[in-house]
């Protein structure tokens, strides 16, 4: 088959790598360079920790799988599955812990209590001693665009590969037609869609309907993230706390997130100097050893279809339908394994019913959407 994929996020780049790998010819088509969107500027946390409902839990543990698996066997570089330790001081955040704990080990994920000793052995994270801690070993941090990188070096050594940056403008549905900003068309077997926050617009080129969550500030799209350079950190993995989250970033760098200081984040704006002097003072009080210096605050821009769940599969139920939409919030959990599971479904037409509930016609009927609800507790992402 000659497969058209567009965008070359996470997401965009394991769809290609699993249609290559079998066997198929693969145009990856990109508005402005590999990982440039939303995969620039995630938390990146591997986990399948607070996925509601139940099947979509089981979505991020498929993907939480895959890393540990297959990715972190190829390409060990861009994933640390050491564990993620979280701790709780204040009462709200004690009671919210204990649920999620008692949730996670209800599905046989692994979740458990240790002790503050026990966790000051596996980090340097000042914890006091009345905290309640958790650990979930299974869990971790990736690093996207590096995975993004080397998949499309790898892949642009095969023959039936090419990667264009030229924007596409315009998608057919039905004639696996797809027109670049240059002027050029180029023409499929199939199409997936895999532009992340431009979905709406494109889909709606094809006559689909694919709404994503408000692009408003304030709302769930939004959020902070504080690079530092914290030379010889020692940590591990991820680190959620009361009011804040970190992880490592390299040897000498750590990401920084508190999504209580979210409702001001505004892609348009640079973010105020205050956002990075009250992210470095929590930290400091949790890694006081650490000398952090802080880099950059970047806002991200979170990929979130209007019901918060994954969208994977045929854009219709229609015979004739040659596009397919890929497009999910989580798309660092999951996107290596959907790549497989849509690059499976596509070469053999069998459907994955692990998708069941998450196929783009859920939205075909123009009715109104619950609002989704920002993250903004610990374990929110
Ligand atoms: C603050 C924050 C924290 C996050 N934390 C986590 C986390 O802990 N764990 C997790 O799994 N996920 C997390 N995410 C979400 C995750 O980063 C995203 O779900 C994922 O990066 C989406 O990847 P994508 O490939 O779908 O989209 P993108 O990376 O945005 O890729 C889409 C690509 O399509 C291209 N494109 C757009 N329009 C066109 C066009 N017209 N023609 C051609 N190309 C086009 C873009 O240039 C872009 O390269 C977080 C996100 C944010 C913002």
């Given at each position: 088959?000659?497969?058209?994929?567009?965008?070359?996020?996470?997401?965009?780049?394991?769809?290609?790598?699993?249609?290559?790998?079998?066997?198929?010819?693969?145009?990856?088509?990109?508005?402005?360079?590999?990982?440039?969107?939303?995969?620039?500027?995630?938390?990146?946390?591997?986990?399948?920790?607070?996925?509601?409902?139940?099947?979509?839990?089981?979505?991020?543990?498929?993907?939480?799988?895959?890393?540990?698996?297959?990715?972190?066997?190829?390409?060990?570089?861009?994933?640390?599955?050491?564990?993620?330790?979280?701790?709780?001081?204040?009462?709200?955040?004690?009671?919210?812990?204990?649920?999620?704990?008692?949730?996670?080990?209800?599905?046989?994920?692994?979740?458990?209590?240790?002790?503050?000793?026990?966790?000051?052995?596996?980090?340097?994270?000042?914890?006091?001693?009345?905290?309640?801690?958790?650990l979930f070993p299974?869990?971790?941090?990736?690093?996207?665009?590096?995975?993004?990188?080397?998949?499309?070096?790898?892949?642009?050594?095969?023959?039936?590969?090419?990667?264009?940056?030229?924007?596409?403008?315009?998608?057919?549905?039905?004639?696996?037609?797809?027109?670049?900003?240059?002027?050029?068309?180029?023409?499929?077997?199939?199409?997936?869609?895999?532009?992340?926050?431009?979905?709406?617009?494109?889909?709606?080129?094809?006559?689909?309907?694919?709404?994503?969550?408000?692009?408003?500030?304030?709302?769930?799209?939004?959020?902070?993230?504080?690079?530092?350079?914290?030379?010889?950190?020692?940590?591990?993995?991820?680190?959620?706390?009361?009011?804040?989250?970190?992880?490592?970033n390299g040897d000498?760098?750590?990401?920084?997130?508190?999504?209580?200081?979210?409702?001001?984040?505004?892609?348009?704006?640079?973010?105020?100097?205050?956002?990075?002097?009250?992210?470095?003072?929590?930290?400091?009080?949790?890694?006081?050893?650490?000398?952090?210096?802080?880099?950059?605050?970047?806002?991200?821009?979170?990929?979130?279809?209007?019901?918060g769940l994954t969208?994977?599969?045929?854009?219709?139920?229609?015979?004739?339908?040659?596009?397919?939409?890929?497009?999910?919030?989580?798309?660092?959990?999951?996107?290596?394994?959907?790549?497989?599971?849509?690059?499976?479904?596509?070469?053999?037409?069998?459907?994955?019913?692990?998708?069941?509930?998450?196929?783009?016609?859920?939205?075909?009927?123009?009715?109104?959407?619950?609002?989704?609800?920002?993250?903004?507790?610990?374990?929110?992402?």
């Amino acid at each position: 088959m000659k497969t058209i994929v567009v965008g070359a996020g996470i997401v965009g780049v394991s769809v290609a790598y699993s249609l290559l790998r079998r066997g198929h010819d693969v145009a990856l088509v990109e508005a402005e360079d590999v990982a440039a969107g939303t995969t620039s500027t995630s938390y990146a946390w591997i986990n399948s920790h607070k996925k509601h409902p139940k099947s979509y839990h089981a979505l991020n543990y498929e993907g939480l799988k895959h890393w540990t698996h297959v990715v972190s066997a190829q390409h060990p570089e861009t994933v640390m599955l050491h564990g993620h330790v979280e701790f709780a001081v204040e009462q709200e955040h004690r009671s919210t812990l204990e649920q999620r704990v008692e949730r996670l080990q209800s599905l046989d994920y692994a979740a458990r209590w240790i002790t503050p000793a026990e966790a000051a052995e596996r980090t340097p994270v000042h914890i006091p001693q009345d905290a309640l801690v958790a650990l979930f070993p299974w869990e971790g941090h990736a690093y996207p665009q590096l995975l993004a990188a080397s998949r499309v070096a790898e892949m642009r050594r095969s023959p039936g590969f090419s990667l264009i940056i030229d924007p596409v403008v315009s998608v057919s549905r039905t004639e696996g037609k797809v027109s670049l900003l240059s002027g050029t068309e180029l023409r499929g077997d199939v199409v997936v869609l895999a532009v992340g926050n431009s979905t709406t617009e494109l889909a709606a080129e094809a006559g689909v309907r694919l709404p994503m969550v408000p692009k408003e500030v304030g709302g769930a799209a939004f959020g902070y993230l504080a690079y530092v350079r914290a030379p010889g950190h020692s940590l591990q993995g991820p680190i959620t706390s009361d009011h804040l989250n970190f992880r490592p970033n390299g040897d000498d760098g750590l990401i920084l997130q508190a999504l209580d200081l979210d409702p001001t984040a505004n892609p348009a704006l640079v973010p105020e100097p205050q956002i990075g002097e009250e992210l470095l003072r929590r930290l400091h009080a949790l890694l006081p050893s650490a000398e952090a210096q802080l880099e950059e605050v970047r806002v991200g821009y979170r990929v979130i279809p209007g019901d918060g769940l994954t969208v994977a599969g045929p854009a219709t139920g229609e015979p004739e339908n040659r596009l397919w939409i890929a497009v999910t919030h989580s798309g660092v959990v999951l996107g290596p394994w959907l790549g497989e599971a849509l690059a499976e479904e596509i070469s053999t037409g069998q459907q994955n019913p692990l998708f069941e509930e998450f196929r783009p016609t859920r939205f075909a009927s123009a009715e109104q959407l619950p609002a989704y609800a920002a993250p903004r507790k610990p374990g929110d992402q």
